[in-house]
């Protein structure tokens, strides 16, 4: 786990605590707290997930989510950015991310939480296992957003 | 450990390819980050994937020159989320 001024990002293996990052989030400039939590996802009959697994360069991954964090702070003005990912493997419905955010504002809020996460997909050196009734594949995430979004 | 080598930290399908997570690569002479992947993984070789490359923890270009004692990583195609 990395921390900085209003900012906490980490991976982890275990389960992520989700009010505890609510709780750290939450802050008296705050007039919005906005989680966002990245669910597995199950696929159709045939195809059923059963589970996912991650994997991490741990030692760039973390400062690219700080340097992202951070980013997004200086963008919208936030109060705190709290993102954590998990390592390992995640049964499917586990949340594999979470993204919160406190801000004055709900809009500020909303914006920076859908630019961090369309940030991570593309370039946290994370990656994704997918096992499934029919065997096993590394799933890439779709290519990057435009950066305008925001 | 040679004197002009690098460490390789291979992940994902990579690191499945290579039956390794890391390597110590001695350097071919001056050499890039890109040429060093393709001496590694030809392209046209079966698996050979477009990836990003990072050197010391932070993305570079295909182009960047490669010192000894550098970190280098091969940036398959990204999961996380």
């Keep these: 786990m990395l921390e900085a001024a209003g900012l906490r990002v980490g991976l982890q293996a275990e389960p992520i605590d989700l009010l505890a990052g609510r709780d750290w989030a939450a802050c008296p400039g705050a007039g919005a707290v906005l989680s966002f939590e990245g669910t597995t996802r199950d696929g159709p009959p045939g195809e059923r997930v059963l589970r996912l697994e991650y994997e991490a360069y741990a030692a760039m991954a973390e400062p690219v989510l700080l340097a992202l964090a951070t980013e997004a702070k200086a963008r919208w003005g936030l109060e705190r950015a709290l993102v954590l990912h998990r390592t390992g493997a995640v049964a499917v419905g586990e949340v594999s991310v979470l993204v919160v955010v406190a801000a004055a504002h709900r809009r500020e809020a909303y914006a920076a939480s859908a630019w961090l996460m369309d940030r991570l997909k593309a370039e946290a050196p994370i990656w994704k296992r997918e096992l499934t009734e029919q065997g096993a594949a590394w799933r890439a995430n779709a290519g990057a957003p435009p950066e305008e979004l925001g | ?81």
């Design chain 2, 1 to 81: 450990m040679s004197e002009n080598s690098v460490t390789v930290m291979f992940f994902a399908m990579l690191r499945e390819q290579r039956g390794a997570s890391e390597a110590q690569v001695t350097l071919e002479g001056p050499e890039t980050v890109g040429a060093l992947y393709a001496r590694l993984f030809p392209p046209g070789a079966a698996g050979a994937l477009p990836v990003a490359f990072a050197v010391n923890h932070a993305y570079v270009e295909a182009e960047r020159l490669l010192v000894a004692g550098d970190e280098v990583a091969f940036i398959p195609p990204l999961g996380g989320g």
